[in-house]
T-cell receptor, first 112, second 111 residues
Framework: EPEVTQTPSHQVTQMGQEVILRCVPI?????FYWYRQILGQKVEFLVS????????KSEIFDDQFSVERPDGSNFTLKIRSTKLEDSAMYFC??????????FGSGTRLTVV | RKEVEQDPGPFNVPEGATVAFNCTYS??????FFWYRQDCRKEPKLLMS???SGNEDGRFTAQLNRASQYISLLIRDSKLSDSATYLC????????????FGPGTSLSVIP
């Protein structure tokens, strides 16, 4: 079964540093997403990406965040100047249409 | 009103029981509806889409009432492996690309 692959599985970073979370969506999928889940809280939408541009973003997705599809397979989330409250599980997802999303296993980001 | 609300839970039920989860959503223009399950510290996994006519997949039945903006999930003959958090997911409305997750309802199936 095709999978969405995320790396690393766990990232520890110092406050103020920049991190890049990486995702390889399923190859024939056209829509890409990032979500985050703070421990014990609900899954929150960050951003959707289609046709090489952001199609929708939440109020969480401010100037601290950016996404990129640097080549035909990778989809990255960059978080600049990390804060303690950025500690969360970050999930990448992809879909063929804008329905029925497949999630990666997530990157646990810990900001210390 | 929150965009997607669910029963607060947790639900603790014996094996073999039937359990129902409820979900309401605030955006009447929403077009697509799903149930996901999430195991502890794992990614959400699609359980089933929810269609207006209602749909069934084995022991799982999903219903949608657009007039009431209400979605339900029924699990019959619950198994230990059904223990998880069940997430109601809604997208569409002004944008198909924005997906809203409910807070989830935790289910524990007890031997």
């Amino acid at each position: 079964e095709p999978e969405v692959t995320q790396t690393p599985s766990h990232q520890v970073t110092q406050m103020g540093q920049e991190v890049i979370l990486r995702c390889v969506p399923i190859s024939n999928h056209l829509y890409f997403y990032w979500y985050r889940q703070i421990l014990g809280q609900k899954v929150e939408f960050l951003v959707s990406f289609y046709n090489n541009e952001i199609s929708e973003k939440s109020e969480i997705f401010d100037d601290q965040f950016s996404v990129e599809r640097p080549d035909g397979s990778n989809f990255t989330l960059k978080i600049r100047s990390t804060k303690l409250e950025d500690s969360a599980m970050y999930f990448c997802a992809s879909s063929v249409s804008a329905e029925g999303y497949t999630f990666g296993s997530g990157t646990r980001l810990t900001v210390v | 009103r929150k965009e997607v609300e669910q029963d607060p839970g947790p639900f603790n039920v014996p094996e073999g029981a039937t359990v129902a989860f409820n979900c309401t959503y605030s955006n009447s223009a929403s077009q697509s509806f799903f149930w996901y399950r999430q195991d502890c510290r794992k990614e959400p996994k699609l359980l089933m889409s929810v269609y207006s006519s209602g749909n069934e997949d084995g022991r799982f039945t999903a219903q949608l009432n657009r007039a009431s903006q209400y979605i339900s999930l029924l699990i019959r003959d619950s198994k230990l492996s059904d223990s998880a958090t069940y997430l109601c997911v809604v997208n569409g409305g002004t944008s198909y690309d924005k997906v809203i997750f409910g807070p989830g309802t935790s289910l524990s199936v007890i031997p």
